[in-house]
């Protein structure tokens, strides 16, 4: 068994209110190392029918993401987990401010952060054709904007540790019929490779995780069957696949790994 070095280690965690999503299952898994997670969420309301929410599909995923992190906290306090949960919105920079503020408070201080947090547009509006200037504004507001503000509050109250591990999505690169939320996390691979370089000096490592189609609630069986094909390792990537890599990051281990992309995607979108 691998000893990722993380006992009593402070790990922010972004997007984490859906019990599926990856937010929520790197917490878990940061807690069973023994790290003190902190946990925010932003409610997001989309319509959604309540009497299809006991399958996979839109309805349990904008359920899921509508809701606050109740069943995510109960699960952290079977672990016997210490954990903080914030509602609070990372495009906003004095909220970002006081997340900070509140988890330094709290814990005296952070290590970790995981910036999971992200939003597309659910009305078909992103490509070229259909753009707005709202789905345009939103969705780097906060794929982009939210991300950059918890990274600088990151570097401003930095310690003696530091791993940024910001999450992309595999097919940022070319992303048609997405194009706003695929440029915003190819904008954030960017980021990470220069924000690598800036605090490189201060033993601060920033890499990026770009997951492949992966099972968060939202994958239907239609669509499963539509995608499955598409990897070559055959099956979904899981939430779990991701954390794993988002824990090996954070590690001890990984101190001279930084500025990287990596792909967990079962080869989907090499």
């Not at 987990?81 to 004095?94: F, N, P, Q, R, W």
């Not at 194009?179 to 220069?194: C, D, P, Q, V």
């Not at 890499?207 to 994958?219: K, L, M, R, S």
């Not at 890599?245 to 090499?270: D, W, Y």
Request: proline share 3%; aromatic share 6%; charged share 25%.
């Amino acid at each position: 068994m691998v000893d990722y070095g993380l006992k009593h280690r402070v790990a922010l965690i972004t997007g984490a209110n859906n019990p599926q999503g990856i937010g929520a299952t790197t917490a878990l898994a940061f807690a069973r190392e023994g790290a003190k997670v902190a946990l925010v969420y932003k409610k997001v309301p989309r319509a959604f029918d309540k009497n299809k929410t006991g399958k996979n599909g839109k309805d349990r995923y904008y359920e899921a993401n509508a809701g606050n992190a109740d069943i995510v906290a109960a699960r952290l306090k079977e672990l016997k987990a210490e954990h903080l949960i914030l509602e609070s919105d990372i495009a906003d920079e004095k909220a970002v401010e006081e997340i900070y503020s509140a988890v330094i408070e709290h814990y005296g201080r952070v290590d970790i952060l995981v910036n999971n947090a992200a939003t597309d547009d659910e009305n078909g509006l992103d490509t070229i054709e259909t753009i707005t200037k709202n789905v345009i504004d939103d969705t780097f507001a906060v794929n982009v904007r939210g991300s950059i503000l918890m990274m600088r509050e990151m570097i401003r109250h930095r310690g003696d540790y530091g791993r940024i591990i910001n999450i992309s999505t595999d097919a940022s690169q070319i992303f048609a019929g997405q194009i706003t939320y695929g440029a915003s996390k190819a904008t954030l691979e960017a980021l990470t490779r220069s924000i690598a370089l800036e605090v490189a000096k201060y033993g601060i490592t920033v890499n990026c995780v770009a997951p492949g189609p992966t099972q968060t609630g939202w994958i239907d069986a239609d669509l499963e069957k539509a995608v499955i094909p598409l990897i070559p390792m055959g099956k979904l990537i899981q939430p779990e696949d991701i954390a794993e890599t988002i824990l090996f990051l954070a590690s001890e281990q990984a101190r001279m790994l930084t500025g990287q992309v990596i792909k967990v995607s079962g080869g989907h979108a090499l």
